[in-house]
């Protein structure tokens, strides 16, 4: 039974499964002619719905358009979707937005290095070709360029350390047997010298392999060391304070040397009667018996100091009594007067003069050597 007009309200009920399609085929929806109503309209159904959620569109991209970030997103083992595309793109796009939040720390510090390399520089007179403000790039080379040119140098022009003495033995070594001997000399250096005397000059000038080299006796601009020792020269020496054993203004028996000054001191010394130390001597009196006679009533004799044998004295009668005929004797003998006396006198005593003012040695310990210097 069929019915005309009757989508709505329509009684009468056909079922889908008795309807075919009559159509031509339509592959992408899996539909072909023949196919039930039903079949058809579930194929729609499952289209529109497919294209609605995306996983019904399909489309077709090369794999060697998509990048390893979106790679790891898709599915490997089947079709891919609009659904499974734009999935991968949002998870590669966040993975991107995580990893530039994570190093942006980094970056700000990177940035901020950059900036220090690329501010204005300090140039020293040892790099050339570039100036304060020139790039990171330009001063990194400028540089690079002076450290090679001084390692060049150092490897044309230098030796190393652990290499030296073997090349001065080397050297010393190989010199000729005839080479002059001042080559081993500092100049203007007075050396001791205990060889002939044979290389020299009657002046004291070298002769042969001796050439400028001169003995030491004021001759030839040289100092003159025969018979002196040496002392540090204090004139126009720079230096700190001088000690007191030393210093010019500390004592009069401090000389202000000069280099090559006048010869200073004495083989000998003899003292003076200042420069002896304060003594006392002693003396023994010694008494010389004069024993003679005289006679007085009484007399008072007295003798004169300073005296020379034969003694002087002077006898003068005290009491005369009856006999007023010498009242005074002086002289060698004394008139006799009745009365026996007597009489030891004793004589002043010098000290005789001790020393011979002879000089003593003043040389310390020493031994001779000639002394040479090398005059260019």
Known sequence: MSCSNCFNGCTEIVSDQCVRYTGIDIPV???????SLSYVEQALITFLTSTLDGSGIKPTISPTIICNLVQQYLPTCEDLTVTNVLTAL??????????VTTNLASINAINAQLATLNGPYTIGDCVTGVTSTSGT??????????????????????VLLADLDELIATYLANLPTNSLVNQKMVPFVAYEYYGSLTNFSPTGAGTG????????????GTPDRRGVVAVGAIVSVPGGPL???TNPASSPFNPNYAVNSPIVGSNSV????????????????????????????????????GFSSPTT??????????????QASTGNTVPSFGKTSSIDLVADIN?????GSLPHANNQPAIAAYYIMYIP
């Open 137 to 158: 790039h330009a001063v990194l080379q400028a540089v690079m360029d002076a450290l090679c040119a001084f390692i060049l140098n150092v490897e044309t022009n230098y």
């Open 29 to 35: 929806l899996g539909i072909q002619n023949g196919d």
């Open 243 to 245: 000690p007191s054993a």
């Open 90 to 99: 949002i998870q590669a796009a966040c993975n991107l937005q995580t990893q």
């Open 270 to 305: 003899t003292l003076n009667s200042n420069q002896l130390p304060s003594h006392t001597h002693s003396a023994t009196a010694q008494i010389t018996p004069n024993p003679h006679e005289h006679y007085m009533f009484s007399s008072q004799v007295t003798s004169t100091p």
């Open 351 to 355: 000290v005789a003069p001790f020393g």
């Open 209 to 220: 392999d001796w050439i400028n080299i001169y003995l030491c006796n004021g001759l030839n």
């Open 313 to 326: 004295y002077t006898a003068q009668a005290l009491n005369a009594g009856n006999d007023t005929s010498y």
